[in-house]
């Protein structure tokens, strides 16, 4: 029953909340969230929640993502300590989770540090989209679906002219999410071997796949700065490459990011999604943002009604 659920929003993302909930057909739940003059956060749930169901819906998005996180982990403990049902942490974008293991002496795995905090706040379970590292998943100690953005993508390519295209990743590493989208679309694919020196610098090593005088679509989890993207670009310029699509699930673009991207001229174009606001600034001619909403409005309904989640992943 529709009665028994409630679905919050942080402060990071209420737009995709709102579209959540239309999808739905129920109202999004009202909170506050404010901060007392000593900087410290209040947060307050204004709706019963008692023996219901309920998802909060927040994405680590900048700025800032600490106060975005202690958010979200003020929500669950008051959902939990109001006697909820059971809760959900609705995580489109999990960004801790690049903190995946100890690359460096004396560093935390910051990764499984938030999920630990996230179930000892409250969560029951965990419903977040295309990690960057697929272990991260089980770093969680409960329930944890990890929806694909692929369905999106794929449906959002079968209409376009793919003639002469191939699928790139920027990231060897993460070829096997190449591999999905370029199968779905019946596309061959290349990956660009590549070495992260810092989180600003990257050098792109090698290729491996065939793309000489091809049209690219280059796909990887997120753009933040962007770096990673115009180092794989560049390479492949030296392969004939003149037109190149770069497709993210998580569309950050930090700093000077757009502006970067804007003056590499073979990108024609950038697709990505609303699990993160993109505001106006960041918006450019050439870019689509496609929405994640029915992908998480569907899971919230599965969840809600103890439906399995496997038709999300059959595309």
Known sequence: MESNICIFSGSAHRELAEEIC???????????????????????????????????????????VSDRILELLMMLDAARSASARRVTAVIPYYSYSRSDKKDEPRISIAGRLIADLLVTAGAQRILTMTLHSPQVHGFFSVPTDHLSSMPVFASYFRDKDLSDTVIVTPDIGHAKRATELARELHLPVAAVSKKRIDDTTVVAEGLIGEVRGKRVILIDD??????????????????????ATLVCTHGIFCGPAIENLKAVPEIKSIVT????????????????VLSIAPLFAEAIRRIHEGETMQPLFDY
């Open 222 to 243: 997120e753009i933040a700065v962007g770096t990673s993207m115009i180092k794989a670009i560049a390479l492949l310029r030296k392969y004939g490459v003149e037109e």
């Open 273 to 288: 999604t609303n699990t993160v606001p993109i505001p106006p600034e960041k918006r450019i001619p050439c870019m689509e």
């Open 22 to 64: 239309s999808l739905r057909g129920i109202p999004l739940s009202p909170s506050v969230t404010r901060h007392f003059h000593n900087d410290n956060l209040y947060v307050q749930l204004q709706e019963p929640v008692r023996e219901r169901d309920v998802f909060i819906i927040q994405p680590f998005y900048p700025p800032p």
